[in-house]
């Protein structure tokens, strides 16, 4: 342990030296004995990095090399569904959270893209954690019940502003949410959509097909016939849609308009006064979906959020669980996310391991790979290959005889540089 604290001494002086003149070299570094996660398990080798990626071959001029005998290398983790990272209230404090926790990346599926722009000095570098922003979702007025405000997020929105997150005379139309309830609306507001260049599109679908079990506006959302070309649109552009849901229709819907990624796992939020079989996915939905290459983000986590105006938690897990192992049997792709403030993806990923459900290896997948193409699906993350990004974590531990063993970290890399170590 003294030798790996003295070779990361090295690592902090290595990684802070500014460079003299603009020709020098980027700074090499080689990683000797160390368990190495090749995506079935681990390989005892060295590997190596320049700059920020990994190179294959060792390179001629070494400017440290470090034993790392003992302990496991894997990917970073990736938050796919949070709220967490809005505006620089409390920024610095929750990005030291996520570096800590060994999670970085995060997405932010709903947001003000004003707040947003405060936070780009501060995010996406090797320093930080790096975010995407989907800005303001569109959903439905509500029809007739636009009197109380209009489809969800409508309400959270206006709680928050009079809980003093927001100002309170601030109008978040346009801003937090675009309300569409037709095509034309879609054509009237994809300008202003755009034009605060959002990294994704978020939807919501919100009993879309079982109008009449939804009593009030929070339970309102798109007309799912919109989906589709909302869809096309954002494709057209380049710009994947992730979509909300809540019951097992919902997600057919999604399913059937070709949305790229679906938030919630329905049964997280199961009210009172309705049957579980409203939020069971069918069969025939969950191949559709891995066919089609969606991602399912779980949300586990938020389901003690919603238990004041939910069924029981048992009740619920039973559900998710149902709906989780339907997914796994049918090769849908996992992704996860907690949805939570206070909490983080490494929390939900201890929820996901004690459901004992998956193995340790499909939990990795999950972790390191499925999460993090879904917060940066054009990157090269999620592996430690060469020619990937230099982002790694050490652990102490094997998370493959123990996937709670990824609580014993020990060091954090991050696009060539060192970011914390215990």
């Known amino acids: 342990m003294?030798?790996?604290?003295?070779?990361?001494?090295?690592?902090?002086?290595?990684?802070?030296?500014?460079?003299?003149?603009?020709?020098?070299?980027?700074?090499s570094f080689e990683f000797k004995n160390a368990y190495v996660f090749n995506g079935e398990g681990f390989e005892q080798r060295d590997f190596y990095i320049i700059g920020q990626q990994f190179v294959?071959?060792?390179?001629?001029?070494?400017?440290?090399?470090?034993?790392?005998s003992s302990h496991y290398i894997i990917p970073p983790f990736a938050e796919a569904h949070n709220h967490n990272i809005e505006s620089q209230r409390d920024f610095d404090a929750q990005a030291q959270v996520y570096l800590r926790k060994g999670v970085f990346y995060v997405k932010i599926p709903n947001n003000i893209a004003q707040y947003v722009k405060q936070l780009k000095p501060q995010i996406n570098k090797p320093e930080s954690i790096d975010?995407?922003?989907?800005?303001?979702?569109?959903?439905?007025?509500?029809?007739?019940?636009?009197?109380?405000?209009?489809g969800h997020p409508t309400q959270l929105y206006e709680m928050l502003k009079n809980r003093g997150i927001y100002p309170s005379d601030m109008e978040m139309e346009n801003k937090a949410y675009y309300y569409v309830d037709t095509e034309a609306d879609l054509e009237e507001k994809w300008p202003l959509i755009l034009e605060d260049?959002?990294?994704?599109?978020?939807?919501?679908?919100?009993?879309?097909?079982?109008?009449?079990?939804?009593?009030?506006?929070?339970?309102k959302g798109l007309d799912s016939e919109l989906l589709s070309l909302i869809v096309t649109k954002a494709h057209e552009r380049g710009l994947r849609v992730t979509t909300h849901v809540e019951t097992a229709k919902d997600f057919h819907n999604a399913v059937q308009a070709g949305v790229d990624e679906i938030n919630h796992l329905p049964g997280y939020n199961i009210p009172e006064d309705l049957d579980s079989s409203l939020f069971l996915i069918d069969e025939s939905d969950a191949i559709l979906a891995a066919e089609k290459g969606i991602t399912v983000v779980t949300t586990l986590l938020y389901s003690k959020e919603v238990q004041q105006w939910?069924?029981?938690?048992?009740?619920?897990?039973?559900?998710?669980?149902?709906?989780?192992?339907?997914?796994?049997?049918?090769?849908?792709?996992?992704?996860?996310?907690?949805?939570?403030?206070?909490?983080?993806?490494?929390?939900?990923?201890l929820l996901l391991e004690s459901l004992e459900l998956f193995s340790?290896?499909?939990?990795?997948?999950?972790?390191?790979?499925?999460?993090?193409?879904?917060?940066?699906?054009?990157?090269?993350?999620?592996?430690?290959?060469?020619?990937?990004?230099?982002?790694?974590?050490?652990?102490?531990?094997?998370?493959?005889?123990?996937?709670?063993?990824?609580?014993?970290?020990?060091?954090?890399?991050?696009?060539?540089?060192?970011?914390?170590?215990?």
């Not at 995407?132 to 209009?150: C, L, Y």
């Not at 993350?381 to 123990?402: H, M, Q, T």
């Open 2 to 27: 003294k030798t790996l604290i003295y070779s990361l001494a090295l690592l902090i002086f290595f990684s802070c030296t500014e460079t003299k003149t603009e020709e020098k070299a980027p700074n």
């Open 310 to 349: 939910s069924k029981p938690m048992e009740y619920m897990r039973a559900v998710q669980m149902k709906n989780l192992k339907l997914l796994k049997e049918n090769g849908v792709k996992i992704a996860a996310g907690s949805d939570t403030h206070h909490s983080t993806v490494f929390e939900e990923l």
């Open 197 to 219: 260049q959002p990294d994704f599109i978020k939807t919501y679908l919100l009993y879309s097909d079982n109008k009449s079990v939804a009593k009030n506006a929070w339970q």
């Open 131 to 150: 975010v995407v922003f989907a800005n303001g979702g569109i959903t439905g007025s509500g029809g007739p019940a636009r009197t109380q405000g209009g």
């Open 360 to 422: 340790p290896l499909e939990l990795m997948k999950i972790a390191c790979e499925n999460s993090a193409s879904a917060v940066f699906p054009e990157r090269k993350i999620g592996k430690l290959k060469p020619g990937y990004e230099a982002s790694f974590l050490v652990l102490k531990e094997n998370p493959l005889d123990d996937f709670k063993n990824i609580r014993s970290i020990k060091l954090r890399y991050k696009q060539g540089g060192f970011v914390g170590v215990d």
């Open 56 to 68: 294959a071959e060792k390179p001629d001029d070494i400017d440290s090399s470090i034993d790392l």
